[in-house]
């Protein structure tokens, strides 16, 4: 089992940045794959950004390509999303994610089997 629990959200000004934290429990934290997804109000749950257990290979969302960069510390079971530029549209809940091994559909949220409580984030315009 393993669980994650992020930290780092809060409420920045249009083009700020913050640097969300995702702290894992569990053994053999680097053969998991880790993603970052997020929550709007009224809207789905949509993907942000993968980085695979294997390779340190990444993928990001087109709304995120450029601005956000995902990366984990395996010594420490820790994962990062750091956000620069953030705009209005980027608030949301962000949610840690995690499943053992390598995901064929890193956008797709049934592909990862842990999951944290989120943290939010809210831009201002």
């Known amino acids: 089992q393993v669980q994650l629990v992020e930290s780092g959200g809060g409420l920045v000004q249009a083009g700020g940045s913050l640097r969300l934290s995702c702290a894992a429990s569990g053994r053999r934290f680097s053969t998991y794959t880790l993603a970052w997804f997020r929550r709007a109000p009224g809207r789905e749950r949509e993907f942000v950004a993968v980085?695979?257990?294997?390779?340190?290979?990444?993928s990001y969302a087109d709304s995120a390509k450029g601005r956000f960069a995902i990366s984990r510390d395996d010594a420490r079971n820790m994962v990062y999303l750091q956000m620069n530029s953030l705009k209005p549209e980027d608030t949301a809940v962000y949610y840690c994610?995690?499943?053992?091994?390598?995901?064929?559909?890193?956008?797709?949220?049934?592909?990862?089997?842990?999951w944290g409580q989120g943290t939010q984030v809210t831009v201002s315009s």
């Open positions: 994610a995690a499943t053992r091994g390598y995901v064929s559909t890193s956008d797709d949220p049934d592909q990862y089997n842990y």
């Open positions: 980085r695979w257990w294997s390779g340190g290979s990444t």
